[in-house]
């Protein structure tokens, strides 16, 4: 896959213990499959210093940029702030989003990469409701959970992907310029008004089986407060869908 370039996002927030691992996997796979590799890591001022750990991994792979943000802002945000580096300062094909915490393999990203130049797609969701996908660790507590979100944002959107909250993805850079995504929310449930977006523009998103891995240390920043915005949004959203009020 000579002269594509990729660059990838990671939010982070207190992932001192995981960065380290994730960056170096990250490079080596991607490097190892000749694609040119830019990653942004946002992160909100982390308390365990996640970004100065980022900021030691500059020496040797140079092509990390570090957006270093006041306080905690949120994933959405994150991603927003970082999309619009990589759309504006990095001439890049394609734009991906992986969290730190190693539940998304980075050894995966450039078969995700691949299946999105095959299936000539706009966004490739790494999925765990497809054939091939899965958990390596189920609990049943987190996938009642992520099934319940699915289901949620099935309903406010009609999009009938099957894993909407993801946030493993690859998106073409040129459908994301195309969309506007700064009405869209600064928490987790923005990974679902990005691809209703998309969808709703016209864009090719398909799915593509990945086994979640459970998070290497630390601990998960998805808090009450999250959930309930994202059941917000999806029940305000179904209601609108429902009655086509806009
Ligand atoms: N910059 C930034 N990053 C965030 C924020 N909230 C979460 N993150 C990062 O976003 C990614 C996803 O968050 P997680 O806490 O792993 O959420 P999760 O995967 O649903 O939960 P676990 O599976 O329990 O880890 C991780 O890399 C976090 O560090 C935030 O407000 N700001
Ligand atoms: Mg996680």
Redesign the pocket.
């Known amino acids: 896959m000579k002269g594509r370039k990729v660059a990838v996002v990671?939010?982070?927030?207190?992932?001192a213990e995981?960065?380290g691992t994730v960056l170096k996997l990250t490079f080596t796979s991607v490097l190892g499959s000749n694609i040119d590799c830019w990653v942004i890591v946002?992160?909100?001022n982390?308390p365990d210093g996640?970004a100065d750990v980022a900021e030691f991994f500059k020496e040797k792979y140079e092509k990390i940029i570090i957006?270093r943000?006041p306080q905690?802002?949120?994933?959405g945000?994150?991603y927003k702030d970082g999309f619009a580096l990589a759309l504006e300062k990095l001439d890049v094909e394609y734009i991906a989003e992986?969290?730190?915490?190693g539940?998304h393999p980075p050894e995966k990203l450039p078969f995700i990469i691949n299946f999105l130049i095959e299936k000539n797609a706009d966004c490739v969701i790494a999925s765990r409701y497809v054939k091939g996908g899965g958990w390596k660790r189920e609990s049943i507590n987190?996938t009642a959970v992520s099934k319940g979100a699915n289901l949620l944002a099935r309903l406010a959107t009609g999009v009938k992907l099957k894993d909407m909250?993801s946030?493993y993805r690859v998106y073409r850079a040129d459908a994301l310029k195309r969309i506007k995504l700064d009405h869209l929310d600064?928490?987790?449930v923005f990974q679902v008004q990005i691809i209703h977006e998309l969808v709703k523009n016209g864009f090719r998103v398909v799915e593509c089986p990945f086994v979640?891995m459970?998070?290497r240390q630390?601990?998960?920043?998805?808090s009450i407060v999250?959930f309930w915005r994202f059941f917000k949004w999806c029940i305000k959203t179904t209601v609108a869908r429902w009655f086509r009020i806009e």
């Open positions: 990671i939010p982070t927030y207190n992932e995981n960065i946002v992160d909100d982390s996640t957006i943000r905690k802002l949120g994933l945000s994150a992986m969290d730190a915490d539940s987190r909250t946030g600064s928490g987790y979640f459970p998070r630390g601990k998960s920043k998805l999250e």
